[in-house]
């Protein structure tokens, strides 16, 4: 980060809003709470997770050994106990709160369903024998692919109680990305959904599954296919059955199997700054404490809240904040299945009104497209229940936070903007609603026990307000990831090896105020996160070099009104380059291929064909050149090492945009961003003489 050493933020946001008093008087944690509970931990920050670790989890076999560090980074936390999480999340609530609802259900056609704790205990019981009897044994990996409904949960649970490692994979996620997705794991069985509904249109999941297994999935014994939709599936015999068929016969009891506290609760893919995304592995026992005492002290669930956090379970946000730590605390949760303007814009208020939500968590990009429909809709509904609200996924803007705070939450609720990653399992900076002013945009300070810092290049803390500099993470922390499945060097190289081990990278930059908040600026590797979801530049300029026409792909970021970021392609054909018409119908078909080969999320909203892309001599792309070009901004670097300088007037010429909409003026804030990223050595190119194919230009 050499080129950011004097970079100072340009933010300046001086709103500041304390807790609201009526909130303050009945939060979980108060003022001295929270200052106890940083004391502790600064004190004996092992001892501090410790003693929660005893308190909060019930374990068959309780821990001697706190933290293992014998082979950091890959450390371990509480190694000799035995627990199982499912056990925590369910068993737990029985005898005091078998009645409550744990989960309220609403498809997005409009049906409900409401699940009590001792229902859904039963459920998954009997779901856990269902993947006993198709074999599934302790350790072995399941791939989950299914709709945000109950069911998931259920799977993932099942899971969990029978010591099998679940991955599930978004369902928007294409046929091959979820074939790369069980190979890389290794997985045996697949949960699966005829379908789920998803504005207005049923997604169909198992199709694209059976896409994904004809693909080349050796590993794949059994399919287990949930109905949903009821619309008609192929059933392959042998290999496929329905889920309501084999749970019918098993018992609603299951014994669950007592694992060893660093046991793998699961894997999660998640896109990094090469082309194939990286299987984060999580452990049980820290995760399970970080999601419940977060789910706590984020959320300050009551007894009678009902909490709605939006996310997918494809994500990380709806494993931590939907499947696990709100169950452990013993919530009830909403799930909802569909998209947030289904039949319109008012659905998520009606959800809010219907149900009662008291406490909603979603990501800027919802907030965003909603308020663009303006305040008159979520006016027509009653949101007095509403006491918090929460974002997670990517920056908040202060216009999207003020308008979240007027009129969604009336002005009486607070916002916590949670600052975490998949790979740091639960929320990591944030407000704690009771306690800390917030400031719109600022994720405010670390929970107690997280001890982040901002670094420079040779990892001294930047201290002068306003520079910016890494997110490091000092200590370990319970619910950290434990490794990258099968690729540890990659672990130690992606998150470690930068300070030679002494801090974890989280791969965000970020500066300081004078309160000492935290602001994070967005991402120092080549990960853009369009509408809060991750996608790796080199994921997609891969997908976009295994289309049998392009040579050679470059993908940056732009500013984008709603997703946040959004996807920006100058692709090189190994043809000549169309004109009019023929482009347009070109790049509409490489943004259906970049859809149909890794995901919709994932398609570029402009593609700029060129003769060549912007290179040093040594060969280097430009990336900064290109995101400039890209954002509309002035070219400020120096441009005399470009190998090809005509290329600067091709570049700038017009691009395939499906709005035809000109490049947003470039924010100070984002220059900053562009003037920060270093460049990247080698740009996706095809290799010579092989045919195009998706995997091989993936590994390079
Ligand atoms: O860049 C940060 C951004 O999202 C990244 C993590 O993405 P993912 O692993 O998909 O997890 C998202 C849900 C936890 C981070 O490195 N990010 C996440 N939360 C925030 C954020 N950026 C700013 N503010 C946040 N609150």
């Known amino acids: 980060m050499a080129k950011q050493k004097n970079i100072q933020s340009v933010l300046h946001e001086e709103r500041k809003f304390a807790p609201p008093a009526a909130f303050a008087r009945k939060a979980n944690l108060k003022s001295k ?46 190694t000799d106990g035995f627990l199982n999480v499912s056990y925590n ?24 369903r409401r699940i009590s704790y001792r229902e859904l ?27 945000l409904i109950p069911e998931a949960v259920i799977a993932m649970q099942a899971c969990a109680r029978i010591g099998a490692v679940h991955s599930v994979v978004f369902g928007g996620f294409s046929a091959h990305s979820l074939a790369d997705r069980i190979n890389d794991a290794g997985a045996r069985l697949l949960i699966t959904a005829d379908g789920g509904w998803r504005g207005g249109h049923s997604v169909e999941l198992k199709a694209a599954a059976d896409k994904a297994l004809e693909a080349g999935c050796p590993t794949i014994e059994r399919v287990i296919v949930y109905r949903r939709t009821g619309r008609p599936c192929v059933m392959r015999s042998g290999r496929d059955s329905w889920w309501h068929e084999l749970a019918a016969g098993q018992r609603i009891q299951c014994e669950p199997e007592w694992v060893d506290a660093e046991h793998p609760l699961y894997l999660l893919y998640t896109s990094g700054s090469t082309g194939k995304p990286k299987g984060i592995q999580h452990a049980s026992a820290g995760y399970l404490l970080q999601t419940k005492l977060t789910s706590r002290w984020v959320f300050d669930l009551k007894d009678d809240d009902v909490f709605w956090c939006t996310a997918d379970v494809g994500w990380v946000t709806g494993h931590s904040y939907v499947a696990y730590g709100p169950l452990a605390a013993g919530t009830t949760l909403l799930m909802y299945e569909g998209a947030p303007t289904y039949p319109d814009g008012g659905r998520f208020w009606k959800i809010c009104q219907e149900h009662g939500v008291t406490i909603l968590y979603t990501a800027p990009t919802a907030i965003r497209a909603l308020m663009r429909l303006g305040d008159e809709v979520p006016k027509k509904y009653d949101l007095s229940r509403l006491r918090l609200l929460g974002s997670v996924g990517e920056p908040i803007n202060p216009e999207a936070w003020m308008w979240y705070h007027r009129v969604i939450g009336a002005g009486r609720c607070p916002i916590v903007d949670t600052w975490w990653q998949t790979e740091t ?53 319970p619910s950290m990831l434990r490794t990258i499945w099968g690729d540890n060097e990659r672990y130690l190289n992606t998150y470690w090896e930068k300070f030679h081990n002494r801090f974890y990278v989280a791969g965000d930059s ?19 996160n ?23 792909a470059a993908v940056v970021g732009r500013q984008h009104e709603i997703k946040g970021e959004s996807v920006f392609a100058y692709v090189v054909l190994n043809k000549a380059r169309p004109q009019g018409a023929a482009a347009d119908a070109l790049a509409d078909e490489l943004r259906r291929w970049v859809a149909d080969q890794l995901s919709p999320i994932a398609r570029p909203d402009d593609i700029h064909f060129t003769d060549n892309l912007p290179k040093t001599r040594s ?22 090492t470009l190998e090809n300088p005509a290329i600067l007037e091709q570049l ?18 984002a220059k900053v961003k562009a003037a920060r990223k270093p460049p990247r050595k080698t740009a996706v190119k095809k290799r010579p003489a092989k045919p195009a194919r998706r995997g091989e230009s993936k590994r390079r």
């Not at 068993?91 to 409900?112: C, N, Q, S, W, Y």
């Not at 809060?532 to 080199?538: D, Q, Y």
């Open 33 to 78: 709470d929270l200052d106890a509970l940083y004391a502790r931990a600064a004190n004996d920050y092992v001892g501090f997770w410790s003693d929660l670790a005893r308190e909060e989890i019930v374990w068959q076999r309780p821990f001697t050994r706190e933290l293992d560090d014998t082979e950091a980074p890959n450390f371990r936390w509480f």
């Open 89 to 112: 999340c369910l068993d737990v609530h029985l005898a005091e709160r078998g009645d409550k609802t744990a989960i309220i259900f609403e498809g997005e056609p409009g049906d409900t």
């Open 121 to 147: 205990h039963g459920q998954v019981c009997q779901f856990a024998n269902v993947l006993k009897q198709q074999g599934v044994n302790k350790g072995d990996r399941v791939v989950i692919y299914m709709p």
């Open 425 to 477: 399992g639960a929320i990591m900076m944030t407000p704690v609603p009771g306690v800390t002013a917030t400031k719109p945009g600022s994720c405010t300070r670390p929970l107690p026990g997280i001890f982040a810092d901002i670094v420079d290049d040779e990892g001294r803390s930047v201290n002068k307000v306003g520079a910016g500099g890494y997110l490091v993470i000092k200590r370990p922390w």
């Open 510 to 528: 970020a500066h300081r105020d004078a309160d000492g908040y935290y602001w994070i600026m967005g991402r120092i590797d080549d990960v853009l």
């Open 530 to 552: 369009v509408a809060g979801h991750r996608l790796g530049t080199m994921e997609i300029e891969s997908a976009l070099v295994a289309h049998v026409h392009v040579a050679e």
């Open 619 to 640: 060969g280097k792309i430009m990336r900064r050149l290109l995101r400039a070009l890209a954002r509309g901004e002035a070219i400020t670097q120096d441009v005399s």
């Open 652 to 669: 700038r010429g017009a691009k395939h945009s499906p709005s035809a909409a000109p490049a947003k003026k470039a924010t100070p804030k």
